[in-house]
C-alpha cells in the first residue's frame, strides 16, 4: 500500500482502553488513561533580549493530562477530559487533504497557553530536521527550544570563548541556538510531523518510546505526510512548504569576493584577483552605504542609501563591472539607525513599531539604536520594498544582497493591529523574506537577482533563494567552526532549504580569536562543492587572514573558485533537479542510501548531488582523512583514482589543495569527474 493510500484510508482506531492512529505501519498518535499523548497547562515566561541574545524563562503554574478521550468514530473526532465526566479541554478532528494528514485542536479550553504533544517514538530511531541546527544532525537524545536568535559566540559552555561572550554580553549560545528554528522534524520511520504554529516550542528527543513537543500556545494543527522512501518525502515537505525560488545562473561563474572598504579597494582587489586567476561572479559590498566603527568591529550604516564618499559614481562603476560579466551585490536587514534620514522618513510615516506606552521602539544594536520597520503594517512593508529595495537597490544596480537578520523582534514593543509579538517573533524571518521577495518579482528579477538569508522559520522555503550558515567563529571549534555549516546544510536542506553556503573562513572573529590561512583553504575547498563560494573578510579585516595576504592562499583560493566553475555542468543539473523534486544539492548520506544504518548519524560529510561524497577536513594540522562511503556502491578517489568498495571507512591523503572527494563509480559524469581530478590546476 502506497503512502498516499494508506493517507486516504486514515482514522483513529480504539484498541481495548487504547485510541491510536496508526497509518502504513507507523503509530503517529497513541493514547490511554494510563499512558495519555496530550498534556496542557498555564505558564508564565519571562523572556529579555541583549543584542539578539534571548533569556527565556517560564513557570508553568501547572500541567496536567488529559487521560480520558473519547471517540467519535462517526466524524474522526476525539474528545479529551481531566476527568470522565468533566467537560471537554479540546478536542482532535483528523483531517485528510489528499497526501497530508492533520490533526486540528478544536473546541480549546481558553484557560489553555501550554500544551504538550507525545509522539510514540522507537528506541532506535532517528530523528532530523528542527530548521538549521549546527551542532546535531540526529536530533535523538536531546531538546531544541524552537526560537529564532543568535546562535552566540561559540556555542559551547564548556569553552573559554563562550565563557567570555556570555560575561560580556550574554552572548555565547548553546547548541540548540540557531537563527532558523522550525517546527518540523523527520522520522527514519519515513513520516514528518509539521507543527501549524510561530508559537514558541521545544522538541524534546531525550526519550526511549516517545517524542515529547511543547507549546506555549495550542498549534493550529499538526501535519503528517509519509513517504515511500527518504527522497519521496523531501520531495513532500518541499512541495508543501514552496519550491525554493532557482538559483541564477550568473552566480555559477565564479566566486562572489566579499568586500567592504570602499570602492577604490573594491577595484583593486577585484584586478588583481581576476588577475592571478580567480574565477569572480560578483563583487559583495556590504559596505555600500557607509559604515561605522564599534567596539565589536567595523559595523555597517543602516542607512540603505548609496554612499558617496565610499562609492564616488557608483552608477558607472556599477555599469563597468557589468560590462565585465561582473555583478555588484550588497547589504540590508529590516532596521533603520535613528541617526539616518531614513528612519525620519519611515518614523513620520507612522512604518515603525512603537513602545507599549507610546513614542517609536528602539532597539540596542550595539552602541547604536534602531527602529523597527513594522512588516504587519501592509503600507510600512511596501514602503520598504519600494523606496528601498527596489528604488536605491535595484534599480541602482544591485544585482542581490544579504538580508541580513529577521530574528531580532522584541516582544515588548507595540505592532500594527496589536498583533501578538510572541506569535509574530518566529514569524518575522517569513515576513522579511516575503519583503524581498516581492520587492525582485515587481521589479521583473525573480531568477535573475538574488538576496540570502541566515534567519528563517516554516514558509521561508518558498521566498529565499539562498540560505547562509551565520556567522561562524573563524575557528575549527566543534560548536561554531567550519564543520557546522555542514550540519546547517544538511538539516536545512531535509526540509526544502535546496541551496545553502556560508561565508568562507568564518566571520566572528572576538577575544583573540583570529582567522588562520589553513582555516581559510579548508573553507575554501568545501566551498567549492556548494551552490554558491562567498568570500567575507570578517567583523575585523584588519585583524584576519584575507586572501590576498599570503601568495600560497591567494593561488589556492584561485583554484578553487577554478574547480567551482568546472563543476558548474553538474551544479546546473542539480538546480534542474531541486526545482522538480525539492531535493538538496549537499544530502546526508542515507538520504540515497537508507539500506546503510552507518549512513543515519553521519553530520560531516555529504553527498554533493548522487554522485559526488565530500568529506571535508574540518581539524587543523590534518593531511589524511577519514571518510564513511556508504555501501551499495563502489567509491573512487577524485585525487588519486584509487577505488573503494562501500560500507567501509577508508583514509585518504588530504593535502591542501585536494578535499576528500569521491565519485560514486559508474555515475554518467564519471569521466568528466575523472578529468577534473587529473587537470584541477
Keep these: 500500500m502506497t503512502a498516499f493510500n494508506s493517507i486516504a484510508q486514515a482514522g483513529f482506531q480504539q484498541i481495548d482502553d487504547e485510541v491510536q492512529l496508526t497509518v502504513g505501519g507507523r503509530v503517529l498518535l497513541r493514547h490511554s488513561q494510563a499512558n495519555p499523548g496530550i498534556f496542557i497547562g498555564h505558564g508564565d515566561a519571562s523572556i529579555s533580549m541583549q543584542r539578539g541574545n534571548f533569556s527565556i524563562t517560564d513557570y508553568v503554574q501547572e ?244 554612499n558617496a564618499e565610499r562609492y564616488p559614481d557608483h552608477a558607472a562603476w556599477v555599469d563597468k563591472l557589468q560590462a565585465q560579466g561582473i555583478r555588484f551585490m550588497g547589504y540590508v536587514n529590516p532596521y533603520l539607525c535613528n541617526d539616518g534620514p531614513l528612519f525620519l522618513e519611515a518614523q513620520e510615516a507612522g512604518y515603525l513599531a512603537t513602545r507599549v506606552e507610546g513614542g517609536t521602539y528602539l532597539v540596542d544594536f550595539g552602541e547604536f539604536l534602531c527602529g523597527v520597520v513594522d512588516f504587519t503594517l501592509p503600507a510600512a512593508a511596501q514602503w520598504f520594498e519600494e523606496r528601498i529595495l527596489r528604488r536605491e537597490m535595484l534599480d541602482k544596480g544591485l544585482s542581490g544582497w544579504m538580508a541580513d537578520f529577521g530574528e531580532y523582534l522584541p516582544i515588548d514593543l507595540k505592532l500594527a493591529g496589536d498583533a501578538d509579538p510572541m506569535l509574530e517573533h518566529n514569524a518575522w524571518p517569513v515576513r522579511w523574506a516575503e519583503v524581498n521577495a516581492r520587492a525582485i518579482e515587481a521589479a521583473g528579477k525573480t531568477g535573475d537577482a538574488l538576496f540570502f538569508m541566515r534567519a528563517g522559520y516554516s514558509g521561508v522555503q518558498r521566498h529565499c533563494p539562498l540560505l547562509w550558515a551565520g556567522d561562524q567563529s573563524v575557528d575549527f571549534s566543534r560548536h561554531d567552526g567550519l564543520q557546522t555549516v555542514i550540519c546547517g546544510a544538511l538539516s536545512s536542506g531535509l526540509l526544502g532549504n535546496a541551496y545553502h553556503h556560508s561565508d568562507i573562513g568564518g566571520y566572528t572573529s572576538l577575544y583573540g580569536n583570529c582567522r588562520t590561512a589553513e582555516l581559510f583553504q579548508r573553507w575554501a575547498e568545501m566551498a567549492a562543492f556548494t551552490p554558491v563560494m562567498r568570500t567575507h573578510e570578517g567583523n575585523r579585516p584588519d585583524q584576519n587572514l584575507q586572501f590576498w595576504d599570503h601568495d600560497e592562499t591567494y593561488a589556492h583560493f584561485a583554484r578553487m573558485t577554478r574547480l567551482y566553475v568546472a563543476l558548474r555542468p553538474y551544479l546546473q543539473t542539480l538546480v534542474e533537479e531541486a526545482q522538480a523534486t525539492g531535493l538538496p544539492l549537499q544530502r546526508p548520506l542515507f538520504l540515497h542510501y537508507e539500506n546503510d544504518p552507518d549512513t543515519y548519524a553521519i553530520q560531516d560529510q555529504y553527498l554533493y548531488g548522487r554522485d559526488l561524497l565530500v568529506a571535508p577536513v574540518h581539524a587543523e594540522g590534518q593531511r589524511e582523512w577519514s571518510a564513511y562511503l556508504p555501501q551499495g556502491d563502489q567509491w573512487q578517489h577524485l585525487w588519486s583514482a584509487e577505488r573503494f568498495e562501500g560500507g567501509q571507512r577508508v583514509r585518504v591523503a588530504a593535502p591542501l589543495g585536494q578535499p576528500p572527494v569521491f565519485i560514486r563509480v559508474g555515475s554518467a559524469w564519471q569521466e568528466r569527474f575523472e578529468a577534473l581530478g587529473r587537470n584541477a590546476s
Design 63 to 306: 500541567r496536567i493530562a488529559l487521560r480520558h478521550a473519547w471517540l467519535d468514530t462517526a466524524t474522526n473526532r476525539l474528545d479529551f477530559r481531566v476527568w470522565a465526566d468533566g467537560p471537554v479541554m479540546l478536542s482532535l478532528n483528523l483531517e485528510v487533504q489528499g497526501n497530508l494528514l492533520r490533526l486540528v485542536p478544536v473546541n480549546v479550553d481558553a484557560g489553555i497557553n501550554r500544551f504538550w504533544l507525545r509522539v510514540p517514538a522507537l528506541v532506535d530511531e532517528h530523528v532530523w530536521g528542527c530548521g538549521e541546527q549546527m551542532s546535531y544532525f540526529d536530533l535523538r537524545g536531546r531538546h531544541f527550544p524552537l526560537w529564532t536568535s543568535e546562535p552566540g559566540v561559540g556555542r559551547d559552555k564548556s569553552t573559554w570563548l563562550t565563557l567570555q561572550a556570555d560575561n560580556e554580553a550574554n552572548a555565547g549560545g548553546d547548541y540548540y541556538h540557531t537563527n532558523y528554528p522550525q517546527p518540523t522534524y523527520i522520522s527514519s520511520q519515513r513520516y514528518c510531523l509539521h507543527a501549524v504554529t510561530t508559537a514558541y516550542a521545544d522538541f524534546d528527543f531525550r526519550h526511549d518510546d516517545f517524542h515529547e513537543l511543547q507549546f506555549w500556545a495550542v498549534p493550529e494543527a499538526f501535519e503528517f505526510m509519509l513517504g515511500q522512501d527518504f527522497p519521496d518525502l523531501v520531495g513532500q515537505l518541499s512541495s508543501h512548504f514552496g519550491r525554493q525560488p532557482r538559483l541564477p545562473e550568473w552566480v555559477m561563474q565564479g566566486a562572489i569576493l566579499g568586500l567592504k572598504n570602499g570602492l577604490e579597494h573594491a577595484q583593486t582587489r577585484l584586478d588583481d584577483a581576476l588577475q592571478k586567476g580567480v574565477a569572480v561572479s560578483a563583487l559583495w559590498c556590504e559596505d555600500w552605504e557607509g559604515l561605522r566603527i564599534t567596539s565589536f568591529g567595523k559595523r555597517l550604516f543602516w542607512d540603505w542609501q548609496w
